[in-house]
């Protein structure tokens, strides 16, 4: 039986993280015996750059070349040479060259992110709070101004990622949101995605990917205003440019290939597992795809179904999801429901889907993901298209500490106070006596000024006569 953090004696393997280099600390799971019927490939085996030296290169010839810096990029990278901001008229005309099945459907996906937003906000509350006479405390809720949505778009049209990231923002009441995304081939941005970002919300499009769309934005470039937060999901070099240019402007996460763990007992269904495991890997090569269960059968049945799933997939994306399950996929076999959970909250996977008897009970005893999908009639895919909830969440372990992307994101808790007698005195005496064994005298005289034989305008007019 295997005990982690050590390794496993079934498979001789550490229990080691899959992906980047801030993971390379052994995990902390409690004591809990699994065996693992497919394990991941060692990292070595797997190469993989290191793109941060390209990303700050690219970041410094932008800061100091702007929109013609930009324009190079997308005629480099992307062969893009047309306009970059879109024009208002090519936006109006995208109604008409999206199906009518496809508009409504956005439609239906927009309302649900757009709802959950708004019912996020309201509860996010300004407060005001007189917690003693003449001390009156309070907070607000004030949202960014201006925003950078990035949309992913090399491999796929994430129309999905549009709606997450901009409906939200426009819920969290920001004024001014740009969005870019990377042309897909000669003309530009797919009429579907630009339909998505303006019925989401979106002031300014530009025809922009990577890193050249995310400094164009955090810069205010091409008629934007500066974004004060950067947001959205994107392949490597987006998410170093996000971590580059994070300080001076703030962002959502840093964001590395989408996760999925499946956990599930012997009532779930062995080939609507496989075919849950095989959607998931289709994000990407580097997306891992983790099953656990306390049923050998069932494991051994999933690890016999996926392949064929796999091979149903159309090209390029079964050779992508091929290589995640291969690099990447694991099938964990545990002793009991306890132990799976334990195994699921060790990982903090960014998707955790429960297919097993007693939701309820999951649901309260699971603390680390960044969204949970109860039952085996929700599937991870309603949550990554339609279903409300935001679909930017955080991978490589980050559901630890933080959740995914939500209104809170883009509203600013600030406080205010407002000190008035009858609270003048203690305060400014607490004030000056913690001042003072700080060794801090200026603090302590500022305090004491307001104690009401010293306040301001008196000295004042004191000084004035003499
Ligand atoms: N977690 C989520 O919510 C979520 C949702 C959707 C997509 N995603 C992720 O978004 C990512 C999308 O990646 P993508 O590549 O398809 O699209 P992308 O839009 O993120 O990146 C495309 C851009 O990358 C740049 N680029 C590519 N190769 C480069 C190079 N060698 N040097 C410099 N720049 C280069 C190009 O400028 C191009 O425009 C995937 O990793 C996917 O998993 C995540
Ligand atoms: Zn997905």
């Known amino acids: ?43 070595a085996a797997r190469g993989g750059a290191d793109i941060s030296d390209t990303v700050r290169l690219m970041l410094a010839r932008l800061a100091g070349g702007g929109e013609a810096a930009a324009r190079d990029y ?23 060259q999206v199906p009518p099945d496809l508009k409504q459907a956005i439609g239906y996906a927009h309302e649900n992110i757009r709802r959950f937003a708004e019912a996020q906000r309201a509860t996010a509350l300004d407060f005001e709070i007189e917690l003693r006479p003449g001390l009156t405390l309070g907070q607000r809720q004030i949202p960014v101004n201006a925003v950078g949505c990035y949309v992913p778009g090399g491999r796929y049209a994430h129309i ?33 995605l630009l339909y998505a970002m303006a019925l989401a919300g979106a002031d300014r499009i530009l025809v922009l990917g990577g890193v050249q769309g995310v400094a164009a934005m955090a810069q205010g470039l091409f008629g934007t205003p500066p974004a004060d937060i950067l947001v959205g999901p994107g392949n490597a070099y987006v998410a170093e440019a996000k971590r580059q240019l994070f300080g001076p402007v703030g962002i959502d996460m840093v964001a590395g290939p989408t996760d999925l763990m499946l ?13 849950d495991l095989t959607a998931q890997a289709e994000h ?14 069932l494991a051994r049945e999933v690890l016999r179904l996926v392949p064929a799933c796999l091979a149903e997939l159309p090209e390029p994306n079964a050779a992508a999801a091929r290589t995640a399950w291969e690099d990447l996929g694991e099938v964990i076999l545990c002793d009991s429901r306890e132990a799976m959970a334990a195994l699921a909250d060790s990982y903090a996977p960014e998707h955790l889907h429960v297919q097993a008897r007693d939701p309820g009970w ?19 895919a309603f949550g990554d298209k339609a279903a409300g909830p935001n679909h930017v969440l955080p991978t490589g372990r980050a559901a630890r500490y933080t959740g995914g992307l939500s209104v809170h994101k883009f509203l600013k808790t600030v406080t205010w106070q407002r000190a008035a007698d009858p609270a003048l005195a203690a305060l400014a005496q607490a004030t000056a006596t ?9 603090h302590a005289r500022s305090a004491e000024r307001r104690l009401a034989n010293s306040l301001a305008p008196v000295k004042l007019a004191a000084h004035q006569e003499g």
């Open 1 to 43: 039986m295997y005990r982690s953090p050590l390794v496993s004696p079934f498979v001789n393997i550490p229990f080691r993280w899959v992906k980047p280099s801030f993971w390379s600390r052994s995990c902390e799971v409690p004591a809990v015996t699994v065996e693992f019927l497919k394990s991941a490939r060692p990292a």
């Open 74 to 96: 997308a005629c480099r990278l992307d062969g893009w040479s047309g306009p970059v901001a879109v024009p208002a008229a090519a936006l109006r005309a995208t109604g008409a």
């Open 160 to 192: 999905a990622s549009a709606l997450m990231s901009i409906a939200t923002a426009r819920a969290a009441g920001v004024p001014h949101i740009t969005a870019c995304s990377p042309p897909r081939g000669a003309a530009g941005i797919p009429p579907a």
């Open 263 to 275: 956990l599930a007992d012997n009532s779930a269904d062995p080939l609507t597992l496989a075919w």
């Open 284 to 297: 990407g090569a580097t997306s891992p795809v983790w099953f656990a269960t306390d049923d050998r059968a």
């Open 362 to 380: 999951w649901r309260a005893r699971l603390t680390a993901y960044g969204s949970l999908f109860l039952g085996a009639e929700t599937t991870v």
């Open 434 to 442: 913690i001042s003072r064994a700080e060794g801090m005298e200026g």
